[in-house]
Nanobody, 119 residues
Framework: QVQLVESGGGLVQAGGSLRLSCVVSGSIWSLNAIGWHRQAPGKERELVAEIRGITSYGDPVKGRFTIYRDNAKNTVDLQMNSLKSEDTAVYYC???????????????WGQGTQVTVSS
């Protein structure tokens, strides 16, 4: 079974930085995408950053956030700089892929980590 565990969230002042980390365990036969989404209370979940052939970022975080993947350690990190109050949300790590050669392509999500940015 695929498991994803996020860490690194917390409370930070506007203009500060945080680095989130996600550890992926379990077997993934074929990986299609890996990255981060976020969801604020009462709002839709939105893309933050992903590696899907190429690296892409959601418009609100471009130039401020950077995604890093370490295949050897099975981790994907999100470096967040120049944080704003609008970045306050629960951040979720995700992967998309097949766990076996004949399994369907599925999405797998972590439990989320809270990021709160104070003004």
């Amino acid at each position: 079974q695929v498991q994803l565990v996020e860490s690194g969230g917390g409370l930070v002042q506007a203009g500060g930085s945080l680095r989130l980390s996600c550890v992926v365990s379990g077997s993934i036969w074929s990986l299609n995408a890996i990255g981060w989404h976020r969801q604020a209370p009462g709002k839709e979940r939105e893309l933050v950053a992903e590696i899907r052939g190429i690296t892409s970022y959601g418009d609100p975080v471009k130039g401020r956030f950077t995604i890093y993947r370490d295949n050897a350690k099975n981790t994907v990190d999100l470096q967040m700089n120049s944080l704003k109050s609008e970045d306050t949300a629960v951040y979720y790590c995700f992967v998309r892929g097949r766990i076996t050669w004949n399994s369907p392509i599925s999405d797998y999500w972590g439990q989320g980590t809270q990021v709160t940015v104070s003004s």
